[in-house]
């Protein structure tokens, strides 16, 4: 067969594929005959009320000389970890605002970072394509550095995220430009799978976040440049389990649902969406009309311990509070007093929802607190 001939074959191929994917969008839409917020206005379902006191800046964290890019709380004593353009890692006591730590880290473009489940051990990566692991109890070296504990080398492309596996602090899983997943034996430094890449149901661009389920830990989510994400069962590495469509822009973060069987996604194309892992099928969308021709991307999501509430952090410094029911912003915590002066680059829930922190480029961490009569949602 002459090489005209495949290319002809390939061609055709390639159009019978696309169409192929057009007919599922479009069964996709059909099958979408209401969302949450209608189902939940049909049921008259109140929405959720915020005052100005409700959810108040308590305290600002400053230490930073560069953009701050990725934050972490522990699971336990109230502590977080921020990583920044200033090449360093900086722990922090969130309920005193005193700095633990400060790791200066092997690169300096410093993308992710996570706090292990235990507490002991903080990780990072980013352009060095590696995770570096830190013993936060190791002794420091003649300069006052912290040592790093593990070096895990096997990326071909920059770390874009890493999350520890839930209770326990020898796993790792990770996610890069090089359109991998990675799940890592933090003891050995070796790869036990990898979730991507060669293989065709894997993402076919940078993936750009990871998320693992809180309710089953071997079950994780992937947000990619791909305009998806994947979900994949660590015990099949293969291929993904599912593959979420609808986005029309690079997929920034996922984030798990508290129970386990839903995820959300933000995105460049300025929204956020819910999606059911058991169906497949796409739930809400979360989108504020703005009435200039600027669309703020979506950089960074959380979940309220109940699930009731959306965090959303945008470029432009805005952090909506959506009330995932009704799919309406109940609060914008970029237009409060104290709100920062840059993009919202990362967001996250204290262990016990009783607080939101944020990252921004304005080089600062600000820790929000329920005030008034407001009880943890």
């Known amino acids: 067969m ?3 001939e495949l ?5 055709a191929a390639t159009e019978t594929v696309n169409n192929l994917k057009e007919r599922l969008r479009q ?4 099958l979408l005959d209401t969302d949450v917020a209608g189902y939940a206005r049909s049921q008259e379902k109140s929405p959720v009320t915020f005052g100005p006191t409700d959810l108040v800046c308590c305290r600002t964290l400053q230490g930073h000389t560069g953009k701050v890019y990725s ?3 522990t699971p336990e004593r109230n ?5 920044s353009q200033d090449g360093r890692l900086i722990v922090w006591n969130a309920l005193t605002s005193q700095k633990t730590h400060a790791i200066k880290v092997p ?7 996570a706090f292990s489940p235990m507490g002991q051990s903080v990780a990072c990566g980013g352009l060095d394509s590696m995770c570096s692991i830190f013993n936060l109890n190791s002794p420091t070296d003649k300069d006052g550095n912290l040592p790093v504990s593990k070096t895990l080398s096997g990326h071909k492309g920059y770390v874009s995220c890493c999350q520890y596996v839930p209770d326990e602090d020898i796993h790792i899983i990770t996610s890069s430009g090089d359109q991998t997943c990675v799940l890592w034996d933090i003891t050995t430094g070796l790869r036990t799978s990898v979730f991507g890449g060669e293989f065709q149901a894997g993402h076919t661009a940078d993936v750009l976040s990871v998320s693992i389920n809180g309710s089953s830990s071997r079950m994780f989510v992937s947000g990619s440049c791909d305009m998806t994400a994947r979900l994949w069962d660590t015990r099949v590495a293969s291929r993904a389990v599912r593959t979420f469509h609808g986005h029309e822009g690079d997929v920034n973060t996922v984030k798990f649902f508290p129970d386990g069987n839903r995820f959300g996604t933000g995105s460049d194309d300025g929204t956020c969406r819910l999606f059911d892992i058991r169906t497949g099928h796409q739930l809400q969308v979360y ?13 960074s999501i959380a979940f309220s311990i109940s699930g009731r509430l959306l965090f959303a952090g945008y470029s432009n410094g805005d952090c909506y509070v959506w009330d995932t029911l009704l799919a309406k912003v109940v609060l914008n915590l970029g237009s409060l007093q104290n709100s920062h002066e840059g993009r919202i680059s990362c967001l996250g829930l204290s262990a016990d929802g009783s607080a939101l922190c944020t990252g921004s480029w304005d080089t600062n961490l600000k820790i929000w607190a329920f005030g008034g009569h407001r009880s943890v949602i």
């Open 2 to 4: 002459s090489v005209a």
């Open 7 to 11: 290319k002809e074959r390939h061609a």
């Open 27 to 30: 069964r996709r839409q059909q």
């Open 71 to 73: 934050l972490d709380w």
């Open 79 to 83: 502590r977080i970890v921020s990583a």
């Open 107 to 113: 690169c300096a473009w410093v993308m992710t970072c």
């Open 287 to 299: 989108y504020q009309q703005h009435s200039d021709n600027e669309v703020p991307l979506v950089t």
